[in-house]
């Protein structure tokens, strides 16, 4: 068995470099490393970062998998370098230190180098505890430098190779920070367009809103501490049927879920209203079905669905909101317990970190839900090549403006049973 599009990330935080490999795009797609370069930067901004964007220029090298600028149907590999490596290369060394080597790194941690000292103080709220414990880990380090979040470069790589083969069937992906610290995005305020709430602050349509943000990102600096909120991500021209509600593991919503969850710091995943949904009635849920538009086009009059009905697409915009945490590395650390002695600690261990970066885990939602869609995509379409799945995707709009039913109205000489069929029932 193989899936036919799948990722896998490599790379720690503080190492060489991050490195994704992407498997199943077909052949034929347009891509050059200028079309993974915008994302990357979103990914990096956002007010409430920390001092390591400062030191990276994100950009991901593509080292296999294209010619000529287009895809050839073979795994690519991308490649984004940690420029703060430079600052490890000893702490982070893949060969055996050698008895000098060693020798120097203990002398730089009880010269006070943080960085050089082994990490045992768990961080609350971090992968410390659990993952030192899971893999027999005496150094917290070699758990947090793959847990850190670092790690979703190489996602937001992956995910322009998926806009770029989703752009060309129509689907667009994009988010924006719904809510930071309780303050949360009045719609009827949100009056910024897309580009102009892409390149505010904290990617955000509703500037009054944003503006109350911003205050709880300062009040948590001042106070040592951290504060997180909600993205939105929606998806637009997804056409109905991808997904299936016929096993667990194929329906979309699932899918997405899993994929916005498993990001290093969502908590919680929402489709449409989402928990609202329980505090309603289901006259006040449930999205009248207006009936089919021009152009063939199903409508619905709202979408509290989220574009998702019975783990299958419906046509409507998809609509994903992730629950971000607060950072768990705090400037002024909570009570903890040591590693290797199992005694409280004041203080957990600190070091450099972000405040807020709901702006930026947004745009990794963009890429996981990039990612899965452009999954769901081929499983409904298959091809190798572009061609084949722009033909596939035309033929599948093209059917769906006809009404359902056996005739193969859009495809005559496909049906298999021989037989025109009635045509529907209108
Ligand atoms: C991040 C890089 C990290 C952190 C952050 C996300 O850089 P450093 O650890 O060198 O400061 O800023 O990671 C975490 C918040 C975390 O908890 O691991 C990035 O590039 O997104």
Request: a negative charge; charged letters at 25%; aromatic letters at 4%.
């Amino acid at each position: 068995m193989t899936a036919p599009f799948r990722f896998l990330t490599a790379g720690e935080s503080h190492g060489r470099t991050l490195g994704v490999t992407i498997e199943g795009v077909p052949a034929g797609l347009a891509l050059t490393e200028a079309d993974l370069v915008v994302d990357l930067a979103r990914r990096q901004r956002g007010y409430g970062r920390g001092a390591r964007q400062q030191i990276e220029h994100d950009r991901a090298e593509i080292v296999a998998g294209v010619r000529h600028g287009r895809t050839l149907g073979s795994p690519i590999l991308l490649l984004v370098a940690n420029r703060d490596w430079e600052n490890w290369t000893t702490v982070m060394q893949v060969e055996p230190l050698s008895d000098e080597e060693a020798a120097a790194l203990l002398a730089a941690a009880e010269g006070g180098d943080k960085k050089a000292a082994p990490v045992t103080r768990v961080r609350p709220g971090h992968g410390d505890l659990a993952g030192a414990l899971k893999y027999g880990h005496d150094d917290v380090r070699n758990v947090l430098e793959r847990a850190s979040a670092r790690e979703t470069a190489a996602r937001v790589a992956a995910g322009g190779v998926a806009r770029a083969f989703l752009r060309e069937l129509g689907i667009e992906v994009w988010s924006f920070t719904a809510e930071v610290g309780g303050v949360a995005v009045d719609p009827a305020r949100a009056t910024r367009s897309r580009e102009e709430a892409d390149a505010s602050p904290l990617r955000c349509p509703d500037p009054d809103a944003e503006a109350a943000m911003i205050a709880r990102i300062d009040e948590a600096r001042e106070a040592g501490d951290t504060v997180g909120g909600v993205f939105e991500v929606v998806a637009t021209g997804v056409p109905i049927g991808l997904g299936s509600y016929v096993h667990w593991d194929r329906r979309l919503d699932a899918a997405l879920a899993a994929a916005v969850m498993s990001i290093n710091i969502v908590k919680g995943v929402e489709l449409g209203l989402g928990f609202e949904q329980t505090r309603r009635f289901g006259s006040q849920v449930h999205d009248v079905i207006e009936g089919r538009g021009d152009a063939g086009r199903w409508i619905h009059r709202s979408n509290n669905a989220g574009g998702l009905t019975a783990g299958v697409s419906n046509g409507e915009p998809i609509v994903v909101r992730g629950a971000v945490k607060p950072i768990s590395t705090l400037a002024r650390p909570l009570p903890s317990a040591d590693l290797l002695t199992g005694a409280a600690v004041e203080k957990a261990h600190y070091e450099r970190s972000d405040i807020s970066v709901v702006p930026a885990a947004g745009v990794v939602g963009e890429a996981m839900v990039l990612l899965t869609l452009a999954a769901f995509v081929l499983e409904k379409t298959g091809g190798d090549s572009m061609a084949e799945v722009r033909d596939s995707m035309a033929r599948w709009r093209e059917r769906l403006a006809q009404p359902p039913g056996g005739d193969g109205a859009a495809e005559p000489a496909m049906d298999s049973r021989g037989d025109a069929g009635s045509g529907g029932d209108d």
